[in-house]
């Protein structure tokens, strides 16, 4: 059966992918964040996950306001970058796993998700900069990535405890695919950042460390706040923790969290990464 091995959380801003392009990682704005990912990449490396699902969100390439999912999974044999903030960069398309894409829409529509299914789809930096942050010089084309997409855009978005129970039921749904995979998740954007309006630049650490903590231990706890108060507290985007949320779902049980990196700012965002390991 598919296992999951482990859960990531990551920033997906376009200006960390820019640094990386630059050869920027060790000047001293990038040392602390860049600090983090040749460990997260070395366990990678020894554990050499076959799938990737990645929870992001489309920030109006493919989903503009007009036609905003909720949830929508990528079903695609691959996706291309189509990224237009700096440029868009031309980079390898990222394979797909459509098997397992399908297994899951499947499972989930059997468990009252109604998600928005793409079988034609590119994608943005909230699925590309984590992609190659942690798979560099184009080795995510090692792995099958299954990206599944929130809406973290337009009001009205997901509840967090939605998002939270999306990510519960791909969990099961992984966990009930018969084919020998090992499955790793990755839950990109946040932490508390708002990039424009009065409130742009907007960051609150306390929060942030709050979240990262429960992310850990009681994902519920970040449930009771609306994404109203969300916004209150960390900024228009602090919603992209649905992400997080989602991916911290699909792993049942308590989790070790084996790294953490907290950096602010970078860019407008404050940067956090951790890497979980389930308990099982
Ligand atoms: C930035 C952060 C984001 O989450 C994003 O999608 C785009 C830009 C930033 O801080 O620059
Ligand atoms: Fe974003």
Redesign the pocket.
Known sequence: MAKIIGGITT?????IGVAMDKGLENEPYYRDLFAIYPPIREWLEEEKPDIAVLFYND?GLEMFLDKKPTFAIGCAPEYENADEGWGIKPIPPVTGETELSWHIVNHLIENDFDPTVCQDIKVD??ATVPLTLLWPNFTYKGIKVIPISINCERHPMPKPSRSLAFGKAIGDAIRCWDKDSKVVLLGT?GLS?Q?DGPRAGILNAEFDNWCMDKIVSDPEAICQYSNVELVEKGGA?MV?IAMWLAMRGCIEGEVEERMRNYVSPI???AVGVQLLIPKD
Do not use: D, K, R
């Open positions: 920033a997906h801003i376009p200006a920030h930096h909230g954007g950042h990039l985007q992209e860019s407008n965002t």
